[in-house]
């Protein structure tokens, strides 16, 4: 162990462990490089995680009195080298924040793990060995023993003759980018020569192709659209799509291949597959799964899943059918097989710790593999690829493997028909804050251009809080970015954080995966954070301070199960649901406290509660298209809009309170706009939006098999 070092454990943060008995830094298992003055200085940082340290106790602990150095020169050194080992930045620290003038202090949560314990000194006796037992007495103990070890020698043997061999696990060999212009895909499928995806062009998802190899893109069918390309036929031929949406899912079509003309089959889907011989159709709707004949005209239902449905693969049998579960209730994802000859349906991730959710998988021609992703639904990001057996999963434990661990996210996979290459989406998400100059009708950046959604400011227009993308970390700082200061930590998912009247405090719906959303309320100087309804089984959010501050309005569906817009009192702790307000969403409070603002349940109206009148009345409403995230002006006098139009594209609105006036601020149908999309108000009431930077290609993972 090292002088000076006060802990003897493992201390764990955000992938990292630092362990202070051999002095080993590691990252997911890999050891880094870090000289011992750096060293000692994280431990000590990490020891005292949340705390400022002063350059003070830093000297004295790690630089005696008797060591003739420059200190503020080393000290910096030390640091700077501490940074670049964790990859962290100064500007926007995730685990070490310069505090001016005072010191440093450790931002990242950590979690200690004992270290392995120390083995006893040779020689060393127990206060039990003074006593010796009768030479006789120990040998016949030893016979039993060395009998007992036979028979356990013997089952041991005999089990692992008898249990199933591990599955030889394939790995990914190679990595080709297939694509390269930037816009927005989606899912795909292959014939073996040419990859057929989805491509977001000025709001529509068109069908494209390319070389299996990269090249040139070409739209199929540049007249038809949007699409969402669900299955490719077992002959190459034909390609299941969504078409139009619908109220209740997507109208289900097939695309003739090469030509791209599209046949519609009368039937509304969530999600859709061939069965393995080209002959039926296999569809979901909602948490039902039904099959149909290829022309779509003779369906009937087959199964009923635990959650919502989708992301189907028949398995090259046709006997089994694996696809995705969700709970909505719960927030969690599953994978799951039917079986296609008794009906039967099994979980085959029942025990997935890991904090991404399992989705959307593909099965090796072979039927050896099923390959899936997973993905941050909170966050709406892809994760890694993972492989599963292709054997039946009932009555036996599966165990996923990871093949990818980022950087790159990857998602949206689909197989080369000979099993050697699965193809995927490959993201590095990236935004940029910008606000709308009505004087100059441009965008320019906000905050700097920061990667961050979710902006409030405070009532005062002194501070302002945000939500850095992809991180989803929970910031505030002043107007200007001075005292800029990291609020949430952890597994933590902050989502449309709002102030308290007084500024002193931060309400937000921490939306993480595979658990209801909760809201939260911290001090905008950090510290504990506390759960308002720790005691709600229900998922939380859209949550609004009253004026008075005395009370917070939010959506849900609280103790009762019943939806609608909630509010909740400090002092009391009363919870109260808004009359008629169970087809509502979107809740937001006006400056004055006079109105809250609702979206109707179909995203198309905006209505507004008179807490004079006690009666809800419609503001606005939209015939295509949706409209989101709605935002008083600091004076109450209108509600900003955002309108979403797969026609019209995307724009800002202005919608008067007193007459219900409507304006259109800006159209933005040709800027890039994140999935999902956000808008909000700057403290002089211009728009803000969030510009996608990320990059999206298709590419190509060759793969090698044991």
């Known amino acids: 162990m090292r002088d000076g070092e006060q802990f003897r454990g493992v201390f764990c943060f955000e992938g990292f462990e630092i362990n202070s008995r051999s002095g080993e830094l590691r990252k997911f298992g890999r050891k880094l490089r870090l000289q011992d003055q750096p060293f000692r200085l994280l431990s000590l940082l990490i020891e005292r995680q949340g705390e400022v340290v002063t350059r003070e106790d830093l000297k004295a602990k790690l630089w005696p009195a008797d060591t003739f150095v420059d200190f503020d020169h080393g000290l910096n050194s030390a640091v700077a080298r501490v940074r670049e080992v964790l990859n962290d930045s100064a500007a926007t620290p995730r685990f070490i924040e310069t505090v001016p ?371 989803f970390e929970l910031w505030r700082s002043r107007l200007d970015g001075t005292e800029k200061r990291r609020l949430s930590f952890g597994a933590t998912v902050p989502f449309l954080p709002r102030w308290s009247p007084d500024g002193k405090e931060i309400a937000f719906a921490d939306i993480q995966d595979r658990k209801p959303s909760k809201i939260e309320v911290l001090s905008r100087d950090g510290g504990p954070v506390r759960v308002l309804l720790p005691e709600d089984r229900y998922s939380e959010g859209d949550v609004n301070w009253a004026s008075d501050g005395k009370s917070i309005v939010f959506t849900g569906r609280y103790s009762n199960g019943e939806p609608g817009i909630y509010q909740f009192e400090f002092e009391t702790r009363k919870v109260t649901r808004m009359p008629e307000s169970e087809k509502l969403t979107s809740s937001r409070t006006s400056p004055d406290g006079r109105y809250v603002a609702a979206l109707s349940e179909d995203w198309k109206k905006l209505l507004l509660f008179d807490n004079r009148t006690k009666h809800w009345s419609e503001l606005f409403h939209v015939e295509s298209g949706v409209i989101g995230f709605e935002n008083f002006s600091s004076d109450g006098k209108y509600v900003q809009v955002a309108r979403m139009d797969l026609e019209q594209g995307y724009g800002i609105l202005k919608v008067a309170v007193a007459s219900g006036k409507v304006v259109s601020v800006t159209d933005l149908k040709n800027v890039a706009m994140p999935d999902p999309t956000w808008s909000g108000l700057s403290a002089d009431d211009e728009p803000l939006i969030r510009i996608d930077k990320s990059t999206r290609e298709i590419y190509r993972l060759d793969l090698e098999f044991p």
């Open 101 to 471: 003038k005072r010191g440093y202090r450790f931002l990242a949560q950590v979690e200690l793990r004992s270290a392995a314990p120390e083995l006893p000194v040779a020689g060393a006796m127990s206060p039990s060995d003074d006593k010796v037992e009768p030479f006789k007495a120990r040998s016949r103990r030893f016979g039993w023993v060395a009998l007992g070890c036979m028979v356990v020698a013997i089952v041991t043997v005999g089990m692992e003759l008898l249990r199933p061999k591990a599955l030889a696990l394939p790995r990914i060999a190679r990595i080709a980018q297939l694509t390269n212009d930037g816009q927005l895909k989606g899912t795909s499928a292959s014939d073996g020569v040419r990859l057929y995806f989805e491509e977001k062009i000025a709001e529509k998802f068109l069908l494209k192709q390319v070389s299996v190899h990269g090249g040139e893109v070409s739209t199929v069918n540049p007249t038809w659209g949007p699409i969402t390309i669900y299955d490719l036929s077992p002959n190459r031929s034909e390609l299941l799509v969504g078409g139009d949406i619908q109220q209740s899912g997507m109208s289900l079509w097939t695309v003739s291949l090469p030509s791209g003309s599209p046949r519609p089959l009368k039937i509304v889907v969530d999600d859709a597959s061939w069965m393995h011989d080209g002959s039926k159709i296999v569809y979901a709707k909602g948490k039902e799964i039904y099959v149909a004949s290829s022309d779509g005209i003779d369906t009937h239902r087959i199964a009923i899943a635990s959650g919502e449905v989708s992301a189907f693969g028949v398995s090259p049998d046709g006997k089994r059918l694996r696809f995705t579960t969700y709970d909505d209730e719960k927030a969690t994802a599953d994978l799951s097989e039917l079986s296609l000859q008794d009906g039967s349906i099994t979980s085959l991730t029942p025990d997935w710790k890991e904090s991404d959710q399992p989705c959307c998988g593909v099965w090796s021609p072979d039927g050896r593999y099923y390959f899936f992703q997973t993905h941050q639904d909170a966050k709406t990001l892809d994760g890694d690829i993972w492989v599963l057996s292709g054997e039946s999963g009932r009555g036996r434990a599966m165990t996923a493997t990871a093949l990818t661990h980022g950087p790159l996210a990857l998602g949206k996979l689909s197989m080369d028909p000979s099993g050697r290459a699965l193809f995927a989406r490959g993201s590095l998400a990236r935004a940029q804050l910008v606000r709308y100059d009505a004087a100059t009708s441009t965008l320019v950046p906000y905050l700097g251009g920061i990667s961050a959604t979710d902006v409030a400011i405070s009532r005062d227009k002194q501070w302002v809080t945000y939500v850095t993308y992809p991180e």
